[in-house]
């Protein structure tokens, strides 16, 4: 009996033992992985491969969806920095995903980062839902440091987006509204935070030519980057270039040389094709300015090869950008179909009281529909009205310098142009058609002006438009090619430049065009 009862003590006390031990390791782990973590956010703005890898061997070991989405938002932060948009892009959308496990601030500055990787591949309404998204975001939130700090991200962001729209007035008055957010500095990310808005300030003065304040705020931001404990050579880059950019503009080009050398230098650890294109052209035009031509050719060179890879990976992000928005799109829309359903069969074995609301769901659903017919039938009206009907528009009441006859000439010349597709070629210009007409191009720029009231270049991007737009409606295939296909196969040499003209022609972006006439097709086969 003895015997028995000093078993079970030992059995209970191994078990106790093995418990304790179990959960010591557990925390070992655990703390493990946040050091890891801590260690790769760190090295993302001084040495990203090295925090790439720890990113990634973190993410094959991680446990919970939480740990999943912070590492994913880490991921794509050093794939940004390295200029790499298409796997940063990728990482967010993953990150997005897991939104729900992440704090309040993390969900914020995924929204935030990815309204602003789409900014700069020209998304821009696809931008503006993810800095909504985040502004819903960071309102909710209660504690009034971390909603600071949102809050913060918010107004970099949108102060980028006018920014870089050239919109310098309001940039400015965005970032003079609401200082009191970016006081507190007492945390890194907070320090950087404010960091890259006195980058913002200092890139919206030099770009109004107001270099003198613009060299105040570049100077202390360099100064403050010295006393730093962590190194950020991301924002130093940045700094360093938009000195230089100042030093430019005073013709002090020795002086913006040497800064922007040292940039370069610390640039290589990111390989950002980014920076290499910006750099290697700041140094070329430097020291053309200095008639220093050898200098001048060999960083030409690599600011051509640069700009050549910087157009590829821009065209992949761009695919992968259009790509993940249609997904998101797509979930979206099977999510809210779920839904309907679920309520249908609710609906079902509900009271009459419940039903009436089931109608008045039924009812919104229809309404919806109805909108959208209308949002099509607006949009049919306007494809069928981009060239034709000008000449009976325009009331022409001044008189022409040019010979009745050669104008009836040269306008049945423009009719049959129209009907071609000649002016789906990239090289078609005003000299090349007054050419092709076999007339100079002062009377061909007044038969336009007279007849269309436009100019010539307005005159050309509408017949583009107004061919690829017949092509999407007739030809199903090509409502399926990339938008740089589209952007080739009416004219144009860039998909950048095809999507702003495409909108101001016809009013919405070619994504949302596509999308729509998609729905169009499916509601009338349907």
């Known amino acids: 009996m003895k015997y028995n009862k000093v078993q079970s003590y030992c059995l209970l006390l191994f078990i106790f033992t093995w418990i304790v031990s179990s959960d010591t390791v557990m925390a070992q782990a655990v703390s493990k992985q946040q050091l890891l973590f801590n260690e790769s956010e760190e090295l993302v703005y001084s040495k990203p491969d090295e925090a ?40 967010l959308y993953e990150a997005n995903k ?57 107004q970099l962001e949108k102060t980028m987006m006018n920014l870089e729209r050239e919109n310098y007035k309001a940039a400015l008055q965005n970032l003079n509204r609401d200082n009191f957010i970016f006081k507190d500095q007492s945390r890194k990310d907070e320090e950087e935070l404010a960091l890259w808005i006195a980058i913002a300030k200092a ?175 607006y949009l049919e009206v306007t494809r069928n009205n981009l060239i034709i009907g000008f000449t009976e528009k325009k009331e022409v009441t001044k008189k022409s310098t040019i010979p009745q006859e050669t104008e009836q000439a040269l306008l049945a010349k423009l009719k049959r142009f129209e009907n071609s597709t000649k002016f789906t070629s990239n090289d078609m210009s005003l000299a090349v058609l007054a050419g092709q007409f076999e007339t100079n191009t002062k009377y061909l720029s007044e038969i336009i002006n007279k007849h269309y009231d436009m100019n010539f270049n307005t005159y050309i991007n509408k017949l583009r438009i107004n061919y690829i737009v017949e092509k999407l409606k007739s030809d199903p295939n090509f409502r399926n090619y990339k938008i740089s296909y589209l952007a080739e196969n009416s004219g144009f040499s860039s998909h950048s430049s095809f999507a702003t003209v495409f909108k101001s022609i016809t009013g919405i972006a070619p994504i949302t065009f596509i999308e729509l006439l998609k729905n169009e097709m499916e509601v009338t086969n349907g």
Do not use: C
């Open 52 to 91: 790439l890898k720890v990113a990634q061997h973190l993410l094959k070991n991680a446990g919970s969806g939480k740990e999943n989405a912070k590492i994913n938002l880490l991921l794509a932060k050093i794939y940004e920095a390295k200029g790499d948009y298409n796997n940063a892009l990728t990482y």
């Open 98 to 154: 897991g939104v729900a496990d992440l704090s309040e601030r993390d969900a914020v500055e995924v929204s935030v980062t990815q309204s602003g990787i789409l900014r700069a591949l020209y998304f821009d309404n696809q931008s503006l839902n993810y800095f909504k998204e985040a502004r819903h975001r960071a309102d909710k939130i209660k504690d009034p440091a971390t909603k600071g700090y949102a809050l913060g991200l918010l």
């Open 203 to 377: 890139r919206i003065y030099s770009s109004t030519n107001e270099y003198t304040k613009a060299e105040g705020h570049f100077s202390a931001i360099l100064k403050r980057l010295d006393t730093m404990k962590v190194k950020n050579n991301y924002i130093e880059v940045f700094a360093l270039s938009g000195m230089a950019s100042v030093y430019f503009h005073k013709k002090e080009h020795s002086d913006a040389i040497r800064l922007l050398l040292k940039a370069l230098q610390k640039s290589q650890p990111f390989e950002n094709l980014y920076f290499a294109e910006i750099l290697n052209k700041q140094i070329a035009i430097n020291y053309l300015a200095l008639n220093d031509t050898a200098n001048y050719k060999f960083y030409n060179t690599n600011f051509l090869k640069a700009n050549a890879e910087v157009e590829k990976i821009e065209q992949e992000s761009v695919n992968t950008a259009y790509n993940l928005i249609t997904q998101e799109y797509e979930n979206q829309y099977l999510s809210r179909k779920q839904n309907y359903i679920t309520l249908f069969y609710t609906a079902l074995g509900l009271t009459f009281a419940i039903i009436v609301i089931g109608g008045l769901f039924w009812f919104k659903f229809h309404s919806k529909k109805k909108r959208l017919r209308e949002i099509i039938s």
